[in-house]
């Protein structure tokens, strides 16, 4: 009998983890159908973000970079000081 019992352990244990694996897969497919329009807004953001990232590498070399080497009075930088 006591074979008998380890079967049924075993057989409960797989229904266990199907049914989990169930359950899981609705609630990520309602996830999913639920929240669509917040994931197609998430590459938008990462490409103006990238956008500004190759903005900046490609805005300051026009004038050396970070306060440099312009030669201005006011330690470099492009704004009016009084």
């Keep these: 009998m ?9 057989s409960r244990i797989s229904i266990v983890k199907i049914a ?3 359950f899981l897969a609705v609630i990520v497919f309602l996830l999913i159908t639920e929240h669509w329009a917040h994931i197609l807004g998430v ?3 990462f490409l103006l973000l990238g956008l ?9 070399g026009g ?6 080497g312009s030669g201005n009075s006011n330690g470099g930088s492009n704004i009016y000081r009084p």
Excluded at 2 to 10: C, E, F, G, I, Y
Excluded at 52 to 60: R, W, Y
Excluded at 63 to 68: A, E, I, L, T, V
């Design 2 to 10: 006591a074979h008998q019992h380890d079967r049924q352990s075993s």
């Design 20 to 22: 989990l694996f169930v």
């Design 43 to 45: 590459p938008p953001l």
């Design 52 to 60: 500004c990232i190759l903005m900046h590498l490609f805005m300051h």
């Design 63 to 68: 004038h050396g970079g970070h306060g440099g």
